[in-house]
């Protein structure tokens, strides 16, 4: 049994989106998860076609958004 490319992206992208949710600390976690937004982009880019893809693409770059804006912007 033979893994894909695009599946390794997708079980990497997973794994990153799964492990930042176990770490306490906010700031490592975001950054983790972004790492896992990420690779879900590429994945949903890896997609047969666009429109499958689509919903992953949006999903992600919105969260990526999240956090870059708590990461860098929101300095309080």
Do not use: Q
Request: aromatic share 12%.
């Amino acid at each position: 049994m033979e893994i894909s490319l695009v599946e390794t992206i997708g079980y990497l992208a997973s794994a990153g989106v799964l492990v930042s949710f176990t770490m306490k600390d906010v700031k490592r976690l975001r950054v983790v998860n972004t790492i896992g937004c990420i690779l879900f982009v590429i994945y949903g880019f890896m997609m047969p076609t666009l429109r499958v893809g689509l919903p992953i693409i949006i999903t992600n770059a919105a969260i990526i958004l999240v956090n870059f804006y708590y990461l860098f912007l929101n300095k309080k």
